[in-house]
């Protein structure tokens, strides 16, 4: 029998080590490297309990005891900036020859240190967790290393014993009596013993990138360091300009070693598509899209943020970002296009040491992180559409931002097919209504014909063949004619200008997706949400309802509905503003080739209706109906008829033909069959 070599490895917990301060994460990372010298196969991973050490000393005594012996030796890594000299040269000329030279001269230990805090390029790139090459303002974090370390070499007696008593309180969640500032105040959050200062000094080296990323003279500050982002884009005017950067930082279960970690953080990065992530938008859609790997379960952002001064900045835990989702291929493809549109939006910018905000961004970046900690959620999908949407309104009101030639791709309507699944049974009678008026699909592709209904809402115009790329011309389109939230106004005047874009006979109103007659009938009587359209109408226009995914799925109608004066009158007006949609096996009701619903006669009726004049508007339609060779039976509905404005609107909204045949001849003479005609 062979013998059983598997054993069990020692698990520390520390408590006092969690990852929701920057400080005391970089003090868990510290502590390991520290620990890791004595016994190279230590390994560390984080736990709700705190930072465990797996494979070292066997108890928290012996953990502390082994760090207090590093001390005893003076073993702790040097950090001091030589480099001042150098950096402070290349500052004043505005390069980066004098670090260049240093670099080169100096030892590994400093050659790894200096490379965590800044980078060479055609001029000096700092690293935003560590300000300007070491230094927030003045808290020198150099000097306060020292001054933590001269209080653990130099005490003496009673003191020398309270503050190596500390170390055991600081790592395991006790009550510490050395306490002091240690120009810690960028990481840490209060006053701390001297441990913490050091041992998050001592894993500083951590934070230096891989040698191919800062080599180059394209070199960006963020994208050289590991897991730096800029700052997501303010959302409110006094946050312009106040954040320096983001670090994301890490967070593992599957213990590591010191190597393992290096390895990780000299990668330290997420892709999008095959770019660098290094926004915060950008980086949150790298995390849906699965770039990065060993392991990770979550991230902690934290925001690097200038507060009580403007020469210093502080770390502030603002979002924890769960790895634990299901990759979403359809939410990455939607969030990759969204950053993209983010990055075309104009910028908040500094002008003359003053800031100009123009909060477009800002919503953006916010919604895209948010939905990146759980992509199908529905609620944090709409608040990206609802931002997204906002954004392109502000341009498309504003001269300056449309004089910029923004422009921006639609997104993939399978994340939004994939969403309605996902979360409803039943989608909101709302919900349907709007995407069938978005998928109303253009005439042709051909440059001056009737367009999708993107334009009528947005001043943009098509760009291409494929109809998924909008652009905003620098003077606002005439067939932008919707005005402010007013639904049924504005469905009227889209209605007449499709209609007048379109020319020729062919009607104008193909679509993709159908509400049912139970949806219609709801419409007309006011039982629907017009706010919440609007609303719905606005998420919906920003997907390409055109690709493969946008198939023809009509919906089934469902639902109990009575056939009164506007349902009725609708059956009788609809078929002449509806085109036979995809392979049905429904015969029209109105044949195309007949020339009965041309645009002019269809413009006619929508003019009656849109003045109110509904018995003229019966009579033009009776007319179209006769030239067709359909005869309309007598009957007097108008009395019933309250809201012809109303009425109008319904008739844009695309519903199927097996929902509108049997309404619709409800008015009609039965047709004689020729086999039976003697």
Not at 64 to 84: H, K
Request: positive net charge; glycine residues 8%; contains cysteine.
């Amino acid at each position: 029998m062979c013998a059983d070599h598997t054993r069990a490895l020692p698990v520390v917990s520390c408590p006092g080590l969690q990852c929701d301060s920057l400080g005391r994460y970089l003090a868990a990372l510290g502590l390991l490297e520290v620990l890791a010298r004595a016994r190279p196969s230590v390994r560390g991973a984080w736990s709700e309990d705190g930072f465990r050490i797996v494979g070292g000393p066997h108890n928290r005594r012996a953990l502390a005891g082994a760090v207090l012996d590093i001390a005893r030796a003076n073993g702790f890594r040097r950090y001091d900036r030589a480099w001042m000299d150098s950096q402070s040269r290349d500052t004043k000329e505005g390069g980066a020859e004098n670090i260049a030279v240093w670099r080169s001269d100096c030892t590994e230990e400093e050659c790894d240190l200096v490379d965590a805090h800044l980078v060479t390029s055609t001029r000096l790139c700092f690293n935003p967790v560590l300000g300007t090459g070491g230094n927030s303002g003045r808290r020198d974090f150099a000097n306060g290393w020292e001054q933590a370390l001269a209080v653990i070499e130099e005490s003496k007696d009673a003191r020398k014993v309270a503050v190596e008593r500390d170390l055991e309180h600081f790592l395991f969640g006790g009550a510490c009596t050395t306490l002091g500032y240690w120009n810690s105040g960028s990481w840490f959050s209060n006053h701390i013993p001297p441990w913490a200062m050091v041992l998050a000094c001592t894993a500083l080296p951590l934070l230096a990138g891989k040698a191919s990323r800062r080599l180059g003279a394209n070199t960006r500050r963020l994208a050289a360091f590991p897991f730096t982002t800029e700052a997501a884009a303010p959302v409110r005017e006094n946050e312009a300009g106040r954040s320096l950067g983001e670090f994301w930082a890490p967070v593992w279960q599957r213990p590591l070693s010191v190597p393992e970690l290096s390895a990780l953080f000299a990668r330290g990065r997420a892709e999008q598509g095959r770019r660098q992530a290094v926004t915060a938008a950008s980086f949150a859609t790298a995390i849906v899209q699965r770039g990065v790997d060993a392991g990770i379960t979550e991230f902690r952002r934290f925001a690097l943020t200038r507060t009580t001064s403007s020469q210093t900045f502080e770390s502030t835990l603002v979002k924890t970002i769960s790895l634990q989702h299901e990759a979403s291929r359809y939410a990455a493809a939607t969030m990759e296009r969204a950053v993209r549109l983010r990055d075309r939006l104009p910028r908040d910018e500094r002008r003359n040491e003053r800031w100009i905000f123009r909060g477009l961004r800002g919503p953006v970046d916010e919604a895209l992180v948010d939905l990146a900690a759980e992509p199908d959620d529905f609620e944090r999908a709409g608040a990206l559409m609802d931002a997204i949407w906002c954004a392109l309104e502000r341009v498309d009101n504003n001269k300056n931002y449309r004089e910029s030639g923004m422009a921006f791709q639609l997104l993939p309507v399978d994340w939004l097919d994939h969403l309605f699944t996902y979360t409803y049974t039943e989608p909101p009678a709302e919900a349907l209504v709007a995407m069938a008026l978005a998928s109303l699909q253009p005439r042709s592709s051909q440059r001056g014909q009737s367009a999708s209904f993107l334009p009528y809402r947005l001043g943009v115009e098509p760009r291409g063949r494929k109809g998924e790329w909008f652009d905003f011309p620098k003077e606002v389109p005439a067939r932008r004619v919707w005005t402010g939230s007013d639904l049924v106004r504005g469905l009227g005047l889209v209605l007449r200008r499709r209609l007048l874009d379109a020319g020729g006979l062919e009607t104008p109103l193909r679509a993709t997706r159908a509400v049912p007659i139970a949806t219609i009938a709801s419409f007309l009587h006011g039982e629907l949400d017009d706010h919440a359209i609007v609303r719905w109408l606005g998420r919906m226009c920003l997907f390409d309802w055109q690709r493969p995914g946008a198939a023809d799925r009509p919906r089934p109608s469902h639902g109990d509905w009575i056939v009164d004066g506007p349902l009725s009158l609708y059956g009788f007006l609809k078929p002449l503003f509806h085109v036979k949609r995809g392979q049905q096996q429904v015969a029209p009701i109105i044949d195309p080739e007949s020339g009965a619903a041309s645009t002019a006669a269809l413009s006619r009726i929508a003019a009656l209706l849109q003045a109110g004049d509904v018995d003229r508007a019966i009579a033009e339609a009776r007319s179209r109906y006769r030239v067709a060779g359909r005869v309309p039976a007598a009957m007097t509905v108008t009395a019933g008829i309250t809201d012809p404005a109303r009425l109008l609107a319904a008739l844009l909204i695309p519903t199927s033909s097996e929902s509108l045949v049997p309404l619709a001849e409800r008015w009609l003479a039965p047709v004689r069959s020729k086999e039976n005609t003697p």
